[in-house]
């Protein structure tokens, strides 16, 4: 996005800096944080919110920050704003909430808690920037409503994967070529990997293990992919996605053999997939088609090949780096870098990644009990297959074999979520011609039919 530098110089220039609120300081939120302190002119970090606070304090020491006030009520965090204090609290709702800051990161990864603070950040006329694709995938269409509604940008971030997939499409869409599959390059998928397994690694670099296990495990990457579905109108080949494995060094430009061109050449919405083995890895890559002679003759001599597919790719994800272009772009431009595109098209069902028992709590993304599978979204709803996004914290009524793909049948729900309220809300709304009344006026959320 080169029209951000210049525009956050002049916002700082100007003493105009956007002001953001942060939710989580874990791994990535510390990026986040180090890149907006250090590195980008123009714009603030105002206030970090995290459980537990020597965490929230943490990002800012590490990036440089002194002075940190803990604040506890949206009066106190509202004069460190007007004061350009650094804030810190564990009430992530205080910053949903105070007036003069314009943009919420939310980047916990938690479904439940991320429902609440984007929803209360829309009600309180915040644009917000997600690194949080389970929320995205589970009821992220229900919240760009609210947002659309509300006037304020809801989008996911620029630099990891779906926001770089996006900029990719957006790019290749510019040029004249239709994308008929967008894909993610992995080193590893194997859905029974759990924390243990994943406790060396996540210890090397200093990550949580469970959220390295979503990653292993293809939770993760079903998200990521689901959100690109949803925002382009793609769908999946089939339940989990193709996911060819390649020989390790085989170069993306290759792409085109390995996925079916009947079904990319169709005339159909497009897919959503990834590859495992392929370099430049981590990347993300789209391929798309051209109907014009003469531009398939440019885009062989510039190296494309003959076509009909044309392989387009971006070599990597820089996540936290990215995130404040995310900001800028929402706050400046009115653009989000990626976003549902309307009615769902791709769910992440839950599958078991052990046999599971009568009575067992079901724990959460990344963890020991459940992984996540991509499937088409009308499918799902018709087989009543249960999201993992939801699936944490729900009791089995009976056993369940390995492998096997959960329904809202298997599970007893708990009580008085966020989560299954905006569900019911989503499949209604995208369900029914017209709505009433959306934006909520006594502080809960609602939707009024």
């Not at 014009?292 to 392989?311: F, I, M, R, S």
């Amino acid at each position: 996005m080169i029209l951000v530098d210049n525009a956050l110089k002049a916002r700082q220039a100007a003493g105009r800096p956007i002001r953001v609120g942060m939710v989580g300081a874990g791994f990535m939120g510390r990026g986040v944080a180090r890149q907006i302190c250090r590195y980008v002119p123009g714009m603030v970090l105002a206030a970090v919110a995290n459980r537990t606070l020597a965490q929230a304090r943490r990002a800012y020491e590490e990036a440089g920050e002194v002075g940190v006030h803990e604040v506890s009520s949206v009066a106190a965090l509202e004069r460190c704003v007007e004061l350009g204090r650094p804030a810190i609290t564990e009430d992530a709702l205080l910053l949903s909430r105070a007036g003069g800051i314009d943009v919420i990161i939310e980047v916990t990864g938690a479904v439940e808690h991320g429902a609440h603070v984007v929803l209360e950040a829309i009600r309180h006329g915040k644009h917000v920037v997600l690194l949080n694709a389970e929320l995205d995938g589970t009821v992220g269409s229900i919240l760009k409503v609210y947002a659309d509604r509300a006037g304020v940008v809801y989008t996911v971030s620029d630099g990891d994967q779906p926001g770089v997939t996006l900029n990719l499409a957006r790019f290749v869409i510019g040029l004249g070529v239709k994308p008929v599959l967008c894909g993610n390059i992995k080193g590893l998928h194997d859905p029974y990997r759990n924390p243990t397994t994943q406790e060396g690694f996540a210890r090397q670099w200093g990550q949580n293990p469970s959220m390295v296990t979503s990653f292993a495990d293809g939770s993760k990457i079903s998200f990521e992919q689901a959100v690109i579905a949803n925002a382009l109108g793609m769908e999946v080949a089939q339940r989990g996605m193709l996911g060819p494995t390649v020989a390790p060094g085989t170069p993306i430009s290759k792409a085109a053999e390995w996925y079916p061109h009947d079904r990319l050449l169709n005339g159909g919405p497009g897919l959503v997939d990834y590859v495992v083995g392929a370099e430049p890895g981590p990347g993300v890559f789209v391929l798309g088609t051209h109907d014009d002679p003469v531009q398939q003759h440019y885009l062989k001599l510039y190296k494309l090949g003959p076509g009909p597919l044309y392989c387009f790719y971006t070599p990597y994800h820089l996540c936290h780096f990215e995130t404040p272009t995310s900001v800028a772009r929402a706050a400046l431009f009115h653009d989000a870098a990626l976003a549902p595109q309307g009615a769902p098209c791709v769910e992440v069902v839950t599958t078991a990644k052990i046999p599971l028992r009568a009575g067992d709590v079901l724990d959460g993304i990344g963890h020991y009990m459940t992984y996540g599978l991509a499937e088409n979204y009308p499918l799902a709803r018709l087989q009543n297959l249960l999201p993992i996004g939801v699936a944490e914290g729900c009791a089995l009524r009976h056993d369940v074999p390995q492998d096997q793909v959960l329904t809202y049948d298997d599970v007893v729900l708990p009580e008085g979520r966020l989560v299954d309220q905006l569900r019911r809300e989503q499949e209604a709304y995208f369900g029914r011609p017209a709505l009433a009344e959306l934006m909520p006026t006594d502080g809960e959320s609602g939707i009024r039919y």
